[in-house]
């Protein structure tokens, strides 16, 4: 797996993938903030500077104020790989969040997502 390409990926050029892939399925651009904002601590005015700015998967990740503590119950399959085997400590953080948006696609409730 090339992790070098994840890492300079911007977040900026995904995050309007999210909000598309969420947007067929009946769900909003809110949820997916919901789930970036459970995920990483960011709130709305920094998740946006962080679109402003372009910023890449590892500054984005780095920066997060706290990955939420619940990120363990995050599991099954993403990209062909189980997200709690990733080695790579980043790439897993990309992946979760991919994760994370798959389900919101795929119908789960918000509650189940969030891990409550």
């Known amino acids: 797996m090339d992790n070098s ?7 900026a050029g995904v995050y ?3 909000i598309r892939k969420a947007e067929k399925k009946g769900r909003t651009k809110a949820e997916v903030d919901d789930i970036i904002f459970w995920l990483t601590g ?4 920094t998740l ?3 679109i402003d700015d372009k910023t890449d ?5 780095a920066r997060a104020p706290q990955l939420n503590p619940n990120v363990s119950k995050i599991t099954g399959v993403i990209c062909g790989y189980r997200v709690e085997e990733i080695e790579d400590k980043l790439l897993q953080k990309v992946r979760y969040l991919d994760k994370l948006i798959d389900e919101l696609a795929k119908g789960k409730s918000m509650d189940k997502i969030l891990r409550k």
């Open 57 to 61: 998967f590892e500054t984005f990740f």
């Open 16 to 18: 309007p993938h999210y």
């Open 5 to 11: 390409r994840v890492y300079k990926m911007s977040f």
């Open 42 to 45: 960011y709130e709305k005015k």
């Open 48 to 50: 946006q500077s962080h």
